[in-house]
């Protein structure tokens, strides 16, 4: 099965507005091309080098390729991101090399569908693959709050993927019990999350 989800690895530090316009470019062509782009230069703002690489591992690690930008060798972070990439098994590939369109996926593609009406389905299917289901593995929440109308995700820290499934069916482990709906937050009786309380109006 080919790659669908690639992870943008190049030289930040140093260069002229952190080199963010090269990746800009690299996603809006991958994405032309029919890949979900993972891009750090798309990520918040961070305190340190560290915590810039501590979260972009592990929105690597949501990815099935790495595509190493010009200039890569030269970058202490970018040969990190390779070296854990190789010791995990993902696929390495210069970005300029893919130039396929990604095919069209089909009835047994890896995303579950979180339409109105596959919601059992789905949420199965996503937790078989390790897909957080609060966010449906977008990595973000909509708050319904029209100056910020999304959140990252507090149930992944906005990678879409979660390590384990959700104990809790109902409430995702969330606690709230109107995840998902257009209706206030209101704590969970299904389960013991330590959020339940917090959330409650």
């Known amino acids: 099965m080919p790659a669908k ?30 890949y979900h782009v993972e891009n750090p230069a798309e990520n918040p703002e961070q305190s340190s080098w560290e915590a810039y690489l501590r979260q972009a591992i592990r929105q690597m690690l949501t990815c099935d390729m790495v595509a190493l930008l010009p200039g890569w060798e030269g970058s202490r972070g970018a040969g990190f991101e390779r070296s854990v990439a190789l010791q995990v098994g ?27 009406g596959n919601g059992n389905k789905a949420r199965r299917r996503a937790e078989s ?5 609060p966010c449906g593995g977008s990595g973000t929440i909509g708050t319904g709050i029209s100056e910020a109308p999304s959140t990252i995700c507090n149930k992944c820290d906005g990678v879409g993927k979660v390590a384990t499934p959700p104990n809790c069916s109902i409430c995702d482990d969330t606690g709230n019990a109107n995840h ?5 937050p209101v704590g969970c009786p299904f389960c013991d999350s ?8």
């Open 180 to 184: 998902g709906w257009d209706k206030p």
């Open 90 to 116: 993902m696929a390495l590939v210069l970005a300029d090399q893919i130039t396929e369109a990604l095919p069209s996926a089909g009835v047994e593609d890896d995303i579950p569908c979180f339409d109105p």
């Open 129 to 133: 693959l390790g897909i957080c289901t």
């Open 5 to 34: 989800r690639i992870y943008l690895a190049g030289p930040m530090t140093g260069l002229p507005e952190y080199n963010y316009p090269a990746f800009n470019a690299e996603a809006v062509r991958l994405r032309a091309l029919g």
């Open 194 to 201: 330590k959020l339940a309380q917090e959330q409650q109006p």
